[in-house]
């Protein structure tokens, strides 16, 4: 079964719009939930990350928006630029424990 | 900082033959990962290990082994190389596994004739 889920699979915005690269998860225990970039060529890096005990993380024109009821987070990019566009991977993982990643989302940003 | 090397940086073997990816992290970090990344996929754990001397398996570990004979390394082993694996392999390393924010390396790429 898999343990997170991310959708859509691939998603092109206009620049200036706000991008939304959405997420759920199984296991209720987890209690860490990051989202990595991974530009073309280039290995995964961390974004930004949210750990349950909000509901909100902000950095810049990034934003998680986390809904524990539901089991389900989102990414917001506003203002999305070109230098945007790569793969977005969302994960989860609860402490002392592995990490699940989804199957990312492929962002085109378009001038 | 640190930094994650991996060697080598394309690897191209034989069907069947046996095959090792290194990698080497100067973090000092505890815990390090095996993953594989197929063209346009996303990140599979083969292998991961929370200190010297342990490995602990992934969802795809058959036809890999791994080693962790020292905290800064991690060798990957592919025991049978098939046609349907070819693709980029990443190591990552973190503080430990509830530190959780993993570093990657630049990865090896794996073509099997």
């Known amino acids: 079964q898999q343990q997170v889920r991310q959708s859509p699979q691939s998603l092109t915005v206009w620049e200036g719009e706000t991008a939304i690269l959405n997420c759920s998860y199984e296991?209720?225990?987890?209690?860490?939930f990051p989202w990595y970039h991974q530009f073309p060529g280039e290995s995964p890096a961390l974004l930004i990350a949210?750990?349950?005990?909000?509901n909100k993380k902000e950095d810049g024109r990034f934003t998680i928006f986390f809904n524990k009821r539901e089991k389900k987070f989102s990414l917001h990019i506003a203002d999305s630029q070109p230098g945007d566009s790569a793969t977005y991977f969302c994960?989860?993982?609860?402490?002392?424990?592995?990490?699940?990643f989804g199957d990312g989302t492929q962002l085109v940003v378009k001038p | 900082g640190g930094i994650i090397t991996q060697t080598p940086k394309f690897l191209i073997g034989q069907e069947g033959q046996k095959l090792t990816l290194k990698c080497q992290q100067n973090?000092?970090?505890?815990?390090m990962y095996w993953y594989r990344q197929d063209s346009g996929k996303g990140l599979r754990l083969i292998y991961y290990?929370?200190?010297?001397?342990?490995?602990q398996k992934g969802d795809l570990s058959e036809g890999y082994d791994a080693s962790r004979e020292k905290k800064s390394s991690f060798s990957l082993t592919v025991t049978s190389a098939q046609k349907n694996e070819m693709a980029v392999f990443l190591c990552?390393?973190?503080?430990?596994?509830?530190?959780?924010?993993?570093?990657f390396g630049p990865g090896t790429r794996l073509t099997v004739l």
């Open positions: 949210i750990r349950p005990v909000s």
């Open positions: 290990s929370i200190t010297e001397n342990d490995l």
């Open positions: 990552a390393s973190s503080i430990d596994t509830s530190s959780y924010e993993q570093y």
């Open positions: 973090f000092n970090h505890d815990t």
């Open positions: 994960a989860a993982s609860e402490s002392n424990n592995r990490i699940f």
């Open positions: 296991d209720s225990t987890f209690d860490y």
